[in-house]
Each structure stands twice: as structure tokens, then as C-alpha cells.
């Protein structure tokens, strides 16, 4: 698409004998950076106040906020997206933050979006956060294609979930392993196929089982206290809150849910379908300090290199707040960006994977989203895993080379 050819065209100052070929791929980018800037139902550009303010769509999709509100009628009815019908209602769409900042970048004369971006960085240009690599984990024999990786804030300890015999491995604040536990096999709390772990409050490992769609829950010597199976089709990702409760993804019915139990007693409270109507996602992360909720979303299945992902940001209160997909980013970051795990810092940022650039990155906060900040450049494989421990070095899971790789601030 035109995000495609902005991000690849070649440079202005070409040998003469490219003078033609330079002078198509300009007039493409004009075109480009046009249909960028309009809204597609109008066609007028967008502005950063009133009527042509760009607003997301749950879908995905931009329009001004005129047509989403003429879309909607007086009465502000439900709206259908006039791009792929998903219907939605006016409460559920957002700001588009990056084209307001594009807009506030080209300015109200309209210069080349491209050479406003090459002054910018688009945000790009901050330094990054100094960390440097503390410790490593694990390894192949040690841990076997893991999955998930969580920490326990109140012990320090670190909690992997992987594919070996025991399907848990917990490591001391100081890296030794302490122990393992949750069997292969097929009793009640025996781990089939574990995709995500979390810990809770109270210390208590909870892991999705892809192997019979279940969630179950442990002590840290290794007993099942709980084993939820409330007809999931598919859960996958997880994050516990500082009150203890567990937000869980359901890949397959594109649900988020919330999950109360008591775990010491090993009984369910309440298991309740907090967001419907997303697209696979999977990973998720609670802030600790606002309660916001981070959703990534898998928009395709094909794999990194034709696949898209979004991600998705909600308030404390279930409401959206900002989202950015694949293409989205790119517009904006040097080069394409497929998340496959998601975090929130002390300072409530978003930290995400990048297993294309195999790179973490900061988004920034949910009021600033999205800004482009590369937290670790190199020496990550396939990173999959992310979680921050007590002392607030950041824990990255590396299913690469199957092993945790601890950073601290420097």
C-alpha cells in the first residue's frame, strides 16, 4: 500500500540517468501522502479540531469525525464501518493520535510528509533508556521452546513456562533455579500446552493451557488449587492485577475476560467477559498504577513476515484509548513492527517485542501513544516474553535460544 511505498522510495537525489524513474516515484508519494491525509468517505484532509478530526474505528479503520458523525445520524445510533460493515458505536471510536501528530508535523501549509518526517524522527529520535544485560537463564535442555515468562513482585522470583516434562520453572531473584513443578500428562492439573503464566498478588502461578483451553492455578511448592474451565475456546494470554484478579485473552473467541478467585481455597468467584469483538489476541498486561489494559490483537495467521498485529489500549474502565497496527506504525517507525508480547514499566509505558527487528521498543504512556523509543537493539533471537521483577530490571523471554535475559538500568 501507499505506507509501503513511502517507507521504501529512494532518495531525491538521484544520477541523472534516474531522473525519470525518481520523478514517477514522487508523483507516487504525493499520491501516497494525499490519500494519507484524507479522509476516504469525504475526501477532505483531515484537521487536528472539529469535523475533520480523524477518528479510529474499533476496526481499525479512519475516518473524520464529521462522517462518523453523519454515519451515526441525529440520534447517534450504532454506525457500520463503511469499509468492512463491522458495526460499532460512537462511544467505541478514538482520536487517531498518530495522524494528529503527522498533521501537527506537515503543519497547515502541507509540506512533504515525508521530509516533515525526516526532521521529526517521528518521535523517533529520542534517546533510549540505557539497560544492559544482567543475567541469562535457562537455555536449550534447561528450558524447551518456552512461552511465557511472569514475576512474582513480592519474592523477586521468576516463573517460566515451557515445554519440558515440567511445564514450570522457577528461578530465584540471584538466577538459581529454585524448582519445578506442573507435570505433562493428562490428570486434572496436569499441563498440556502452556502458552502464558502470571503471577498473582498472593503468589500464586496461574497458567493458560492451549492443550484442554483451561486456566490453572498453583502455589509455589508446586500443588493445583484451581483448574477454570469455563468453555473457553482458546485461552492464551494473561496478566494478574494488584488486586489480585487475573485478565485473560481468548484467542479464538476474541474475548478478554476477568477472572476473581480465591486461591487459597481454590474456588472461582466470578469469570466475566470484560471486551467481545477483538481479533485474536493474545498478549496482555495491566498496568500497576492506572489499571489500563494493553491487548495485542493478530490481525492475520500467516506468519511474521505477511502477518499484522495490533495493539490495543484500554482505560481502567474497559473504555478504548488508543490503538496502532502494523501498517499504522510503519508509516511512522523506521521499519515494521509485529508484537508478540507486551508490558507496562513502573512509569505506566507500553514496552513491546519486535521479533522482526528482534528488538524491545517503548511506546510511551497511553496518553502519548504511540512514540518509537528502542530499548534493546541486539542480542535477542525471537523475543516472546516480557515481564519487569521488584527491582525493576526488565525480564525478556527469548524463545530464540530458549532463555530469559535479564537487563538492569545503567
Not at 515525508?114 to 537455555?139: F, I, V
Not at 496461574?206 to 502455589?219: I, L, P, R, Y
Not at 515494521?336 to 521479533?355: H, L, M, N
Amino acid at each position: 500500500g501507499s505506507g509501503r511505498r513511502l517507507a521504501a522510495a529512494p532518495p531525491l537525489f538521484m544520477a541523472a540517468g534516474m531522473a525519470a524513474a525518481a520523478a514517477e516515484v514522487e508523483g507516487e508519494e504525493d499520491e501516497a501522502e494525499l490519500s494519507l491525509l484524507e479522509c476516504r468517505v469525504c475526501f477532505e484532509r483531515y484537521g487536528p479540531v472539529g469535523q475533520r478530526r480523524p477518528r479510529n474505528l474499533p476496526c481499525g479503520h479512519v475516518l473524520c469525525w464529521g462522517c462518523v458523525g453523519a454515519l451515526g445520524g441525529p440520534e447517534g445510533r450504532r454506525l457500520e464501518c463503511p469499509f468492512c460493515r463491522q458495526p460499532c458505536g460512537l462511544a467505541e471510536t478514538s482520536d487517531c493520535l498518530p495522524l494528529l501528530q503527522l498533521l501537527e508535523v506537515v503543519g497547515p501549509a502541507g509540506g512533504r510528509l515525508s521530509s516533515a518526517l525526516g526532521k521529526s524522527g517521528g518521535a523517533a529520535g529520542q534517546a533510549p533508556a540505557s539497560l544492559g544485560l544482567r543475567l541469562t537463564l535457562g537455555g536449550w535442555g534447561s528450558l524447551v521452546n518456552p512461552t511465557g515468562v511472569a514475576a512474582c513482585r513480592r519474592s523477586g522470583r521468576l516463573v517460566v513456562a515451557h515445554d519440558g516434562k515440567k511445564r514450570i520453572h522457577v528461578f530465584g531473584p540471584s538466577g538459581s533455579r529454585l524448582q519445578w513443578f506442573g507435570e505433562r500428562g493428562d490428570a486434572g492439573n496436569d499441563i498440556k500446552y502452556p502458552l502464558d503464566v502470571t503471577v498473582t498478588s498472593d503468589g500464586h502461578v496461574v497458567v493458560t493451557d492451549g492443550g484442554d483451553h483451561s486456566v490453572k492455578a498453583f502455589d509455589f511448592d508446586g500443588r493445583g488449587v484451581l483448574a477454570i474451565r469455563e468453555g473457553f475456546c482458546l485461552p492464551w494470554g494473561l496478566d494478574a492485577t494488584p488486586e489480585g484478579e487475573v485478565i485473560l485473552t481468548d484467542s479464538e473467541a476474541g474475548a478478554l475476560y476477568r477472572l476473581t478467585a480465591d486461591f487459597q481455597k481454590g474456588k472461582l468467584k466470578k469469570c466475566q467477559m470484560i471486551r467481545s469483538q477483538l481479533i485474536s489476541p493474545r498478549g496482555v498486561a495491566v498496568s500497576q498504577t492506572s489499571g489500563a489494559v494493553v491487548v495485542i490483537e493478530h490481525l492475520k495467521a500467516q506468519g511474521p513476515k505477511n502477518a499484522s498485529t495490533r495493539v490495543k489500549i484500554f482505560s481502567a474502565e474497559m473504555d478504548l484509548i488508543g490503538q496502532m497496527d502494523s501498517f499504522g506504525l510503519n508509516l511512522i517507525f523506521p521499519s515494521k513492527i509485529y508484537t508478540t508480547a507486551v508490558a507496562f514499566d513502573k512509569e505506566g509505558r507500553v514496552i513491546v517485542t519486535d521479533v522482526c527487528s528482534q528488538a524491545i521498543i517503548c511506546l510511551g504512556k497511553p496518553e502519548e501513544f504511540p512514540i518509537f523509543n528502542p530499548l534493546i537493539s541486539h542480542g535477542l533471537s525471537y523475543p516472546v516474553g516480557l515481564t519487569y521483577m521488584a527491582n525493576n530490571a526488565l525480564a525478556v523471554l527469548d524463545s530464540g535460544d530458549h532463555s530469559v535475559k535479564i537487563y538492569s538500568y545503567t
